[in-house]
């Protein structure tokens, strides 16, 4: 299994801001998917998740400021902001909770992190 993020990059404060993370391989099942994300000297914390029957939620920091999405037609989650702050500048990462078998277990994946800069 495989996480692909895309969209990072240098965003400027109350700019637009997508990112994408598409999950490809062998997947049986997808229960949750989400957004991490890590600063400089900071530990990994949570964005938003979102399930499969659309429940999302979001840390306090971003509510109101983020939204999440998920496509189950191509297993890919969405991270979209219009309003980001020099303050959501990290290292973002894609999660999935999925069994890749129907009688496995489940199992967290991870993608490769994108850097998003928020910066004038």
């Known amino acids: 299994v495989q996480l692909v993020e895309s969209g990072g990059g240098l965003v400027q404060p109350g700019g637009s801001l997508r990112l994408s993370c598409e999950a490809s391989?062998?997947?049986?099942?997808?229960?949750?998917m989400g957004w991490y994300r890590q600063a400089p000297g900071n530990q990994r914390e949570l964005v938003a998740r979102?399930?499969?029957?659309?429940?999302?939620t979001y840390t306090d920091s971003v509510k109101g400021r983020f939204t999440i999405s998920w496509d189950n037609a191509y297993n890919a989650v969405y991270l979209q902001s219009n309003s980001p702050k020099p303050g959501d500048t990290a290292v973002y990462y894609c999660?999935?909770?999925?069994?890749?078998?129907?009688?496995?277990?489940?199992?967290?994946?991870w993608g490769q992190g994108t850097q998003v800069t928020v910066s004038s």
């Open positions: 999660n999935a909770v999925l069994k890749r078998i129907w009688y496995d277990s489940e199992h967290d994946y």
């Open positions: 391989g062998t997947i049986y099942n997808i229960s949750e």
């Open positions: 979102i399930t499969s029957s659309g429940l999302s």
